[in-house]
């Protein structure tokens, strides 16, 4: 027999209850978005027997995906530990693949550094860019929300014209040269479609992971983000907290663009990088905001959205599908007392039932 | 570039923004965050869309469209109010859902991946020097004083806002706190109902997908650097329609590239945001209110 | 015979666990003054919340004015019966006028849709007079009120509605004695005008002043009930807590504090004013190795500030603080800490812990950059939990489970996690107690005290910030007053009488009728 101390014991009992709040939502979500499925004349079962075969033939596809993911949502968790909220993902991801693009194709480095050099220009593309609305909220007040799409729609703009223009390296569409082999990230084995640079993915949310439980600095993040104010009695910079998570938020999404450009694509093309960084923010709301748990739930994302192309293709559900679907789990798992209430009122009964049967 | 056309352009352009933005403004009094205005103008766009589409009448389909704003601000209360969700997140989810369904439904429905067939639009009026206007010009300035009035000397309005700076103080007098808050985002789902419909049927005669294009949170920034003030509103949203009419303008005009003017009204609101505090915010936005037992 | 205004049968509500009322019955006759009396945490404010419609009871009988009310009632439907509560934390919105708020919830009696300001600022006038002795500016921001005279509005949303029964919740809290003896002039004129009164508190001798009856109520029971002429001090108190209570035992030390070398010195220190609060301005004090100064003074003068400048949160426009031969100007945090100041917050939930954090955690925070728990910004969990469950065992916290969330954990016990933290550091001089026992029962007050008294036995100096009153008398050495930023007055604790203090507290706005 185990013996599980009463510690753990308490602790496992509170996270099989979030784990039971999340279950509950996904489901629930999976169950109105069959509704609208059968709305549109496609039978629910057969819609979603269709993304789960298609992800499970492709799974190197899903795998090559959650790389991504995993970066875009570890680009929410680590700010939303310090209360700030990164929506800037979408500029993020495009800057950092552009820059790695860039790097990977306009500058020779030799093998080992070059796609070192070209993730990290991708980072400190996307680092900065999210410094500009973390600056704005500490400084000004300002909701890093509205500043974040609206840096989006800037950058977007801005790197459309550069991919047009400047670093143009086709004559047919809006993309960059393709990178050079010395900056490629090898993929797992020839002819896979995910690379290494999964590794790099994992390996990063179990560092910050470790950042999170193991260090001061982890310790100052979550506070601050729990309470700022009594943190600042204790002599953590509240501030200071909110911009490095959001910068290391920033650069996560920015590398989540070099690793699919320097293991998949090889080059940025416009418009490829679309959505990946709104996803994050499901991927790190379904993971309770939790590193480690991003790995699990962005593996979940990959396999809706690689499913969801055939499902476009079989049926007349398209793959924006998927990001309603999205919508509607975040705004679920947010909205936790729909379901609390009505095991509240459940308890209660149960409660009265007694009193009653006491009495009798 | 005539006055006379800039301004007509800054009228057009600026009307839909106007609207969801006295939405946005009066959902933050009763002290709910709208950051679901997207969802709500590009639901009420589609709903105007396709129901113009089906019985042929425009104003049928605004009508429509109002009543599809006003459901979906309530669900998005629901969520926030009953729910106890966090009031940007909700949101923002709710946007989401609205992206994805309103372009599946664009292409099960007109079988196209960007535009929808074309469609009656509403009555139009000619006006003297500001050229053709739709008419919903002349409902977002009556929506202007509406608000004004609602908010500032109606009693309804006094605890709309009680509701928002002290929802505690608000039900200690007996003031239905959660009626007022869904009262509230009843009114902004059918203002922000009322500016999608002008997008879709009032103005460009298709339904585009994704059309709104991130109005929703140009209008939370328009309210919030008028103060919260519903007369200071129609300036910044009035600005940020010259802005844009400015925008499309200058791309033929001076050989500028066009991203670098598409960028304008998103990199004037940024720095704008600068040295805006959002001191006028009513103190208990974005809180949720529980009374006593748990 | 006069017949029950009131009448409470067997009522119970839980917490979770917690039982927070058990059966309680108590009846309250018209036109009397009611005292409901206990320590905190001992459920008359919960009982009078059900009374009102704040919260909903789970059993029992509630009868108001021969009304029997459902189990399920909001304050709307108190209210129409003539109930009234003036809570302890006022529900009033800063940025509308008094008008405004008292008319609230009642915008019929001025119009039926369209709110009329003029209408509704004669309507409140005409109120004051016809109840008299209160004066308040009707056109008034509340934001711009004095603590005393919002609660004169609370009192006069109550008689707007024509209330029959006024509750108040620790309505003296906040006031000088000279506030103190003016509200109760008013309730005995609101009494003869027929209102029946309940007044909440903790406060044995302001029941015996004011009250007809009093009923006293110990962790969640009701124990008794007596006519204030038939009863003393010692027997209410005796009911309160079901023994005696230990009066604390101050030396009474000779030494004038001229002669005593201070081990800190607060000098000239001024500080920026941060939106409406009050800064400091030339702010004189000294603190003394083995001795307790306590700041006495009606919330909102400063002591806030005080307490930040300490902590080293809020940072000095001037000034210096002069302790062992330095000067120190810049106050940040990390030189307070050096300086060995340890501070008691005065809101443990909002300033002292992180709720959602464990115990380990809101303990070990606080020990930034030490070398016995960090390397290299590693933190050395062996090491740390040593420490905590060490901690843990001296302060005798419960649930003594360092993983616990503070969230879950009582009052008293969150505050020891506080008090460990902040009273063991190392190199400790000073320790700054603001509000320390605000909320707690009388076993944790006891605690608090008994710890602030060993700290000063010990030889630290303890710098007491409280608005209790008894509390700055019973503890203090010496007592400071401070007044709109302030030291207005500094003696030896027994040269100080109560009404003397109070004086010194309200200024010369003493009886002041607030003028438009």
Redesign the interface.
């Known amino acids: 027999m185990i013996k599980i101390s009463n510690n753990t014991k308490e602790k496992l009992k509170w996270q099989l209850l979030d784990l039971m709040y999340i279950a509950i939502s996904i489901v629930l979500a999976l169950v109105v978005g069959g509704i609208f499925m059968a709305i549109l004349g496609c039978d629910p079962i057969e819609g979603y027997w269709i993304i789960f075969s298609k992800a499970f033939s492709s799974f190197g596809q899903v795998l090559r995906r959650s790389t991504v993911y995993i970066l875009t949502g570890l680009a929410v968790a680590i700010p939303i530990k310090t209360g700030a909220f990164n929506m800037g993902g979408e500029g993020q991801v495009a800057a950092g693949a552009l820059a790695a693009a860039v790097i990977g194709s306009a500058i020779a480095l030799p093998m080992g550094i070059h796609p070192v050099v070209c993730m990290l220009g991708a980072l400190v593309v996307g680092g900065v860019l999210a410094f500009i609305s973390a600056f704005m909220k500490v400084k000004f007040g300002s909701s890093e929300v509205v500043t974040g799409i609206m840096v989006n729609y800037i950058v977007m703009y801005v790197i459309q014209y550069l991919s047009m223009y400047t670093f143009r390296g086709s004559a047919n569409s809006a993309q960059t040269a393709e990178v050079f082999e010395t900056a490629k990230i090898a993929r797992a084995y020839p002819g896979s479609q995910w690379s290494y640079g999964l590794f790099i993915s994992i390996g990063l949310c179990l560092f910050f992971a470790f950042m999170i439980n193991r260090t001061r600095l982890g310790l100052e993040m979550k506070s601050a983000g729990l309470n700022p104010l009594a943190s600042r009695y204790q002599g953590v910079n509240t501030k200071t907290m909110s911009v490095l998570a959001m910068v290391i938020g920033g650069a996560m999404a920015g590398l989540g663009g070099a690793v699919e450009v320097l293991g998949g694509r090889y080059l940025y093309l416009d418009t490829y990088f679309a959505s990946f960084g709104y996803d994050g923010i499901a991927v790190s709301y379904m993971a309770a905001n939790n590193p480690i748990g991003v790995i699990i739930t962005a593996f979940i994302i990959s396999v809706l959205k690689v499913g969801a192309v055939a499902l476009d293709r079989q049926t007349n559900v398209s793959i924006h599908y998927i990001t309603a679907l999205q919508g509607l789990i975040i705004t679920l798992l947010v909205s936790p007392y729909l379901v609390r209430a009505v095991l509240e009122r459940l308890r209660r009964r149960k409660r009265e039932a007694e009193l009653v049967a006491n009495e009798m | 570039m005539e006055l006379s056309t800039l301004v007509s352009s800054m009228l057009r352009l600026g009307v839909p923004l106007l609207l969801a933005s006295l939405g946005v403004l009066v959902s933050a009094k009763s002290g709910i965050v709208n950051m679901g205005m997207e969802g709500n103008m590009l639901w009420s766009a589609f709903v105007a869309a396709y129901v113009t589409d089906l019985t042929g009448s425009p104003l049928v389909g605004l009508l429509a469209a109002v009543i599809g704003g006003m459901l979906y601000s309530l669900l998005m209360g629901f969520f926030i109010i009953k729910g106890r969700g966090n009031h940007v997140v909700c949101g923002l989810g709710l946007n989401f859902v609205i992206i994805g369904a309103t372009t599946v439904l664009l292409s099960v429905i007109w079988n196209s991946s960007g535009y929808s067939t074309p469609i009656k639009r509403l009555p139009q009026l000619d006006l003297p020097w500001l050229g053709q206007q739709s008419m919903n010009l002349i409902v977002a300035v009556i929506a202007v004083f509406a608000v004004w009035f609602l908010l500032s000397k109606m009693n309804v309005g006094l605890r709309i806002r009680s509701v928002g700076e002290h929802p505690a103080a608000a039900d200690s007098v007996g003031v239905d706190v959660v009626k007022y808050q869904f009262l509230a985002l009843a009114i902004a789902g059918i203002l922000g109902g009322l500016g999608g419909a002008e997008l879709s049927i009032g103005q460009m005669g298709y339904f585009i997908k994704q059309m709104t294009a991130s109005k929703g949170f140009l209008a939370y920034s328009a309210v919030i650097f008028a103060g919260y003030n519903p007369f200071i509103v129609v300036a910044t949203t009035m600005f940020l329609g010259l802005l844009d009419a400015f925008q499309m303008r200058a791309q033929t005009m001076f050989n500028i590239p066009g991203q670098f003017l598409l960028v304008l009204p998103y990199l004037v609101t940024l720095l704008a945001l600068i040295g805006v505090g959002d001191t006028k915010r009513p103190k208990a936005a974005g809180k949720t209110y529980v009374r006593g037992n748990f | 015979m006069s017949e029950a205004m009131i009448s409470i049968r067997d009522v119970t509500i839980r917490?979770g666990n917690l039982v927070a009322n058990d059966r309680v019955s108590l009846d309250v006759e018209k036109g009397e003054i009611m005292a409901l009396l206990g320590e905190n945490g001992a459920g008359k404010s919960t009982l009078m919340?059900i009374l009102y419609g704040?919260?909903?009871r789970e059993?029992g009988e509630i009868v108001i004015n021969g009304k029997n009310m459902p189990r399920k009632f909001?304050?709307?439907d108190a209210?129409k019966l003539g109930v009234s509560?003036v809570?302890q934390h006022f529900?009033?919105?800063?940025?509308?006028t008094v008008a405004?708020?008292i008319v609230?919830?009642?915008?019929?009696t001025i119009?039926?849709?369209?709110?009329n300001q003029q209408k509704a600022i004669d309507k409140v006038g005409w109120c004051c007079t016809e109840f008299g002795g209160i004066q308040v500016c009707a056109e008034q921001k509340v934001a711009d009120l004095t603590l005393g005279a919002k609660q004169k509005v609370e009192i006069l949303?109550a008689l707007y509605r024509g209330t029959k029964v006024l509750i108040l919740d620790e309505p003296t809290t906040v006031l000088t004695p000279q506030e103190v003896d003016e509200l109760f002039d008013l309730l005995r004129s609101l009494q003869d005008k027929g209102i029946t009164i309940i007044i909440i508190t903790h406060k044995l001798h302001e029941v015996l002043a004011i009250a007809n009856r009093v009923t006293v109520m110990r962790l969640g029971k009701k124990v008794a009930s007596f006519e204030t002429v038939n009863t003393n001090a010692k027997e209410l108190s005796r009911a309160m807590v079901g023994k005696d209570i230990m009066s604390v035992h101050v030396e009474e030390n000779g030494s004038e504090y001229q002669e005593l070398e201070p081990c800190f010195y607060l000098k000239n220190l001024n500080t920026k004013p941060q939106g409406d609060r009050c800064n400091l301005k030339n702010f004189n004090l000294k603190l003394y190795p083995g001795k307790i100064v306590g700041v006495a003074g009606i919330d909102g003068n400063g002591q806030t500030e005080l307490v930040e400048v300490l902590?080293?949160?809020s940072p000095l426009a001037s000034g210096e603080i002069v302790t062992g031969g330095e000067c120190i100007t810049a106050n940040a945090?990390?030189n307070m800490?050096a300086l060995g100041i340890g501070?008691i917050?005065e809101d443990r939930i909002?300033?002292?812990?992180?709720?959602?954090?464990s115990i380990r955690?809101n303990i070990?925070?606080?020990y930034?950059?030490d070398k016995r728990f960090?390397k290299r910004?590693?933190?050395d969990?062996k090491c740390v939990n040593q420490y905590v469950d060490d901690l843990i065992k001296k302060y005798d916290i419960r649930p003594a489970?360092r993983?616990?969330v503070c969230r879950f954990v009582s009052g008293g016990n969150q505050q020891k996690v506080v008090l460990a933290r902040e009273l063991e550091r190392t190199g400790l001089q000073a320790v700054v107690a603001s509000q320390p026992t605000r909320g707690l029962d009388v076993g944790a007050t006891q605690f608090t005290h008994g710890t602030l008294l060993k700290l000063r036995d010990e030889g630290k100096a303890v710098l007491l910030v409280s608005s209790d009153l008894d509390e700055v008398m019973a503890l203090s050495d010496f007592i400071a007053v401070i007044r709109n930023g302030e030291i207005v007055a500094f003696k030896k604790a027994c040269e100080f009488t109560k009404d003397e203090i109070g004086l010194f507290m309200g200024g010369s706005h003493v009886g002041e009728v607030i003028e438009c």
């Not at chain 3, 119009?111 to 709110?115: L, P």
């Open positions: 917490f919340k704040l919260y909903t059993s909001a304050p709307l209210i509560m809570p529900m009033l919105i800063d940025s509308f405004e708020n609230l919830g009642e915008e019929h119009n039926k849709v369209i709110y949303k902590t080293g949160v945090l990390d800490r501070v917050p909002e300033q002292g812990l992180v709720l959602d954090l955690d070990i925070i606080g930034k950059k960090e910004g590693i933190l969990m489970r993983s616990a």
